[in-house]
């Protein structure tokens, strides 16, 4: 069992920063890849970014990369997004997630476990 509390959302202009940060419990946090998802209000739960549990492998949604950075401490139990140069149309509720499976997905129904999400608004 693993859960999941997101932190580090609020109300930026664009063209601003953020972080967000995802503390996991358990002892297992290393064996699993993490997520960050976001939903927008009327929006379907949309990828972002993963990283695999050998801290290597990432992925990113083309609309993101360049933008931002998904990485993970293992000694932390912590996993984070740093976003850049926000535009309001990141605008959303993101989540963390974490899966127990070995590819590294980018499918919301292959994820375990979820956070509760935090809000993120850019405005412009």
């Known amino acids: 069992q693993v859960q999941l509390v997101e932190s580090g959302g609020g109300l930026v202009q664009a063209g601003g920063s953020l972080r967000l940060s995802c503390a996991a419990s358990g002892r297992t946090f290393n064996n699993y890849n993490l997520a960050w998802f976001r939903q927008a209000p009327g929006k379907e739960r949309e990828f972002v970014a993963a990283i695999h549990r050998n801290l290597v492998f990432t992925r990113y949604v083309d609309s993101v990369k360049g933008r931002f950075t998904i990485s993970r401490d293992n000694a932390k139990n912590t996993v984070y997004l740093q976003m850049s140069s926000l535009t309001p149309e990141d605008s959303a509720i993101y989540y963390c997630?974490?899966?127990?499976?070995?590819?590294?997905?980018?499918?919301?129904?292959?994820?375990?476990?979820w956070g509760q999400g935090t809000q993120v608004a850019v405005s412009s």
């Open positions: 997630a974490a899966a127990r499976n070995v590819a590294l997905t980018t499918v919301s129904t292959t994820y375990d476990y």
